[in-house]
């Protein structure tokens, strides 16, 4: 069986070669479930390795009379653009006064003055006590030194900060562009990943709509802190993942031949009629080679990890799901021994796209601080206590960059100094207590306050209310799919939530916050996108039944972009009277 390197191509070559009818309709059947058409019963095999979900979409298109050619071209252009207006939207809210307020706000003290300076020196160097006011002043004056200073974490996520820095100046606006952007972008990703999960472009479009009005991720979007750009990289990492899954089971189907009658091993249909027919010599044996998409996955979860470490538990448990993927997958195309055949020919190739690239450009990128000499613990194996010290055999840059990372890691696992805003990952969820980034109470007249009673302008790391807590359910609801009904696209969603929430349950004594619960806020989006779709109702259930479920997913919507709106002033620091303020706070541990 020779080697596929392409799904549909390879199946049209085929087609081209062989002239075989049959071969033809399965290119055709190949190219509609591309954009999710069923077209055959649910027990075709090349339906359960390609795309088992039904897209609404070409169903009205073909109930308006639109061929099938002109149905698949609309569904490919409002599957680009439906999330590109989601996107647009976004980014008209995340850069509207970007620069507001003009000040340094929370962890602000730290990132962009290390982003500033990895530009300066390429490691961080040490600023004035005074330094914060000075860059807020009428007239800005940066006091920074090249004395090497101590940071906690790795320089990824500081050099892109320092992307809108170098563009636009040190300054609010500057320090805060690339996470704006990458926020942005990351509702675009949301809707296409969701099209992808879901095969259904209004159901994408919707999750990217959900984060585009989740507060947390609107915060963290106009603050410079490196949660959200962590959360982008795992994000552009899970899809990566999703257009591998696709891809190599694509083309795990072009290389099963076609049935000659007789009954399926895994459906027990019929084989005629064009049915891909499960081989256990393409299951068993089957090289599905080069994977580009697998490596770009491994690149992103490289970056994430080179931006905060808790990218680590993303690489982890996407490197385990993704060769699950492949288990499932040589099952269905009839694998004797399915998990051995993945031992055999995925596993390595996976540990090599996944760890060992994520592990590389975690090194390349520590440059800046491998390429000077001033940077913290640089020349640390020069010393006494570097030569005392074991693998004295190793290159010295190396021996001090492991020695700056097991110092880090002891620093981060003693992280133990209270914080007001400090909670327990418990109450995360349930949104039990947000973070207070920014918070002044201007009189009468000042500021832009107009009440009389005096103003409150603070900028609250909360999650949109009635999102999160209507999440809960779909989460719940997610587990149960993927528990009972044996759904892969449940069980992803659940898994993009769990690396990113559970292993701060073995923290109980770390210092630790709620808004580390953005890196998931994508899945619980995704989660909810998925439960509404059910709440519509599946496609062949009665035109009341669906009525009623889209009225009702239609008023769950609509209450979340009212909460979103509601809460919009304490999302961006708008002056709002006292009163107002005490209204939004709705528990007694926002406050």
């Not at 602000?108 to 005074?130: F, H, I, R, V």
């Not at 001033?374 to 020349?379: K, L, N």
């Not at 400090?422 to 009189?443: E, H, I, M, T």
């Amino acid at each position: 069986m020779g080697r596929v390197t392409s799904d549909t191509t390879a199946t049209e070559t085929g087609a081209h070669r062989t002239g075989h009818p049959d071969r033809q309709s399965a290119v055709w059947q190949l190219r509609l479930r591309r954009f999710g058409y069923r077209g055959r019963p649910h027990g075709d095999l090349r339906t359960r390795l390609v795309a088992p979900y039904p897209a609404p979409a070409l169903r009205l298109w073909a109930a308006l009379g639109v061929g099938p050619d002109a149905a698949v071209r609309l569904a490919r252009r409002a599957a680009w653009a439906g999330p590109l207006l989601v996107a647009l939207v976004a980014g008209v809210l995340r850069f509207w006064h970007l620069g507001s307020p003009h000040d340094v706000i929370f962890d602000e003290t730290y990132y962009p003055k290390d982003a500033w300076s990895l530009l300066q020196y390429g490691y961080e160097g040490t600023w004035d006590k005074n330094a914060n006011a000075a860059l807020v002043a009428p007239h800005p004056k940066i006091l920074l030194s090249p004395q090497a200073s101590y940071v906690v974490h790795p320089p990824m996520g500081k050099w892109l900060i320092a992307l809108g820095e170098w563009a636009f100046g040190m300054n609010p606006f500057g320090w805060r562009f690339t996470v704006a952007l990458l926020g942005t972008l990351s509702v675009f990703l949301v809707c296409r990943i969701g099209r992808r999960l879901m095969r259904s472009t209004a159901l994408g479009c919707l999750a990217g709509a959900l984060l585009t009005v989740d507060g947390l991720h609107f915060v963290m979007s106009r603050t410079a802190l490196l949660d959200l750009i962590v959360m982008f990289w795992v994000l552009a990492a899970f899809g990566c993942l999703l257009v591998d899954r696709d891809r190599t089971r694509a083309r795990l189907a072009a290389a099963l031949p076609i049935g000659d009658g007789g009954t399926s091993r895994s459906s027990g249909a019929e084989n005629g009629g064009g049915m891909l027919r499960p081989d256990d010599t393409v299951g068993d044996r089957f090289r599905l080679g080069w994977r580009p998409w697998r490596i770009a996955a491994g690149l992103c979860l490289g970056l994430a990890s080179a931006t905060k470490w808790n990218g680590l538990y993303y690489m982890a448990a996407f490197a385990l799901m993704s060769v699950l993927w492949d288990v499932a997958a040589r099952r269905i195309a009839g694998a004797r021994h399915p998990f051995r055949a993945m031992l055999r020919r995925d596993a390595a190739p996976a540990f090599g796209a996944t760890v060992v690239v994520a592990l590389a450009t975690y090194l390349a990128s520590w440059s800046g601080w491998l390429f000077t000499k001033g940077g913290y613990y640089r020349d640390w194996a020069t010393t006494p206590e570097g030569r005392a010290g074991s693998w004295t055999w190793l290159p010295d840059w190396l021996r001090s960059l492991w020695h700056y990372q097991t110092e880090v890691y002891a620093f981060h696992t003693g992280l133990t100094t209270p914080h007001t805003y400090q909670s327990n990952p418990w109450s995360w969820l349930v949104l039990g207590r947000p973070v207070s980034y920014f918070y002044k109470d201007p009189a009468a007249g000042q500021q832009g306050c107009t009440a009389a009673e005096g103003c409150a302008r603070e900028v609250l790391a909360l999650g949109t209310p009635l999102l999160w807590w209507a999440a809960c359910f779909a989460l719940l609801y997610a587990l149960y799919r993927w528990a009972f009904r044996r759904d892969w696209r449940a069980g992803a969603i659940a898994c993009g939530v769990a690396a990113g929430y559970l292993p701060w349950f073995l923290y109980q004594e770390r210092t630790i916050f709620l808004f580390y619960a953005v890196v998931f806020v994508p899945f619980l989006c995704l989660a909810l996108a998925m439960m509404v779709g059910a709440i519509i109702g599946p496609p062949g259930a009665s035109e009341r039944r669906q009525t009623i479920g889209a009225v009702g997913a239609g008023v769950l919507v609509l209450l979340i972009i009212w909460n979103f709106i509601y809460f919009y002033p304490l999302y961006t620091g708008m002056p709002i009277p006292k009163s107002a303020w005490h209204n939004r706070m709705w528990l007694d541990s926002w406050v």
